[in-house]
């Protein structure tokens, strides 16, 4: 059973950083397009980052330059390191899984598996 659990949400100042992990289990890191997603209070889900299966990793261009993902296979964990912060960046962060192609978001791969997310509120 594939399972996703997001942490190192918090409350961090306009300007700040904060590293979220997401500690996975039951599949193997580099067989899976992994990302991350976030939804803003009252608002859609919005994807941030993600790295595919060969290990490269992309960012949508609103965080590009302030957010990186990494991955660590020995320890099943991927990681979303957040500098600069923004306001705009306050919401619930998602990481997903998936094999499948799609075209249902920018990442190119089906999410089809979800954890349920830790909040990031930046604010002073």
């Known amino acids: 059973q594939l399972q996703l659990v997001e942490s190192g949400g918090g409350l961090v100042q306009p300007g700040g950083s904060l590293r979220l992990s997401c500690a996975v289990s039951?599949?193997?890191?580099?067989?899976?397009?992994i990302g991350w997603f976030r939804q803003a209070p009252g608002k859609g889900f919005e994807w941030v980052c993600g790295?595919?299966?060969?290990?490269?990793?992309y960012c949508e261009d609103s965080v590009k330059g302030r957010f990186t993902i990494s991955r660590d296979n020995a320890k099943n964990t991927v990681y979303l390191e957040m500098d600069s912060l923004k306001p705009e960046d306050t919401g619930v962060y998602h990481c997903?899984?998936?094999?499948?192609?799609?075209?249902?978001?920018?990442?190119?791969?089906?999410?089809?598996?979800w954890g349920k997310g830790t909040l990031v509120t930046v604010s002073s």
């Open positions: 790295v595919y299966m060969n290990g490269s990793a």
């Open positions: 039951g599949f193997t890191l580099d067989n899976y397009a």
């Open positions: 997903a899984t998936g094999k499948r192609p799609s075209w249902s978001n920018p990442f190119g791969y089906a999410m089809d598996y």
